[in-house]
């Protein structure tokens, strides 16, 4: 190993208290971060002992460094981590799948996109499915984010339409078609965003339904996002 400090520091890991593991966790992270590829792999395998920590807390840490690391053999990693008994850790899963940003990963999130774990109402690792889908931002992801369109959680829509636009894919618009009448003005606005962001000319008929919109602001944002659009197109 090129750098010496990683076998003092990853010592820590197999401590008997989590604190020290924690600890180690994070100094191998800040280190990692600076290294070659070589050498972060190194460190992924030493995180890799702590993937099935009997601390949720050590888990979804290591899923966290993980992602800030960013080296592509981690995915194995937090592809076995998607089934995690513990929702903080599986969201943690996503948006380090996100961070990564590899193609590879898609398919792992596609893994998730059915994830039930609700609080109020709101389906959290699923939101965060589609945040790390719009991270990634390739084409490939719409298909999974349109399993997500019409999903009962506004949150979850919200960050479709989000992720739709910051992919910016034609294909997307279809999609974003489907939120155009949406029950919350807030979907509705941000579907408004990302039809200008993709900037196709088969989205100017949703916006201009969206500048009539009953909500005030929601119409005021289409307003200017269809004068984006049209900049964009004519």
Known sequence: MKNEKLGEVSKGLSSENPKERLKAINE????????????????????SSLAEDK??????????????????????????????????????VALALGLIGSENCISVLEKMVNDDYEISGNFVVRGFVALALGKI??????????????????????????????????????????????????????????LAQIGHESGLKY????????????AKISSEALKTLKSVIL
């Open 28 to 47: 191998l992270t800040e280190i990692a971060v600076n290294l070659n590829s070589e050498d972060k792999k190194e460190v992924v395998k030493f995180l």
């Open 137 to 194: 931002g390739h084409e490939s992801c719409v298909p999974i984010l349109a399993k997500l369109v019409e999903d009962k959680d506004p949150v979850v829509r919200w960050h479709v339409a989000v992720a739709l636009g910051d992919i910016g894919h034609v294909s997307g618009v279809q999609h974003l078609a489907k939120l155009v009448n949406d029950e919350n003005p807030f979907v509705r606005a941000h579907t408004a965003i990302a």
């Open 207 to 218: 916006l201009e339904q969206l500048e009539k919109d009953e909500n005030p602001r929601v």
């Open 55 to 92: 601390e949720a807390f050590i888990r979804w840490n290591v899923a966290i460094a993980l992602g800030k690391i960013g080296y592509k053999d981690a995915i194995s990693i937090l592809e076995k981590m998607v089934s995690d008994v513990h929702a903080n850790v599986r969201f943690r």
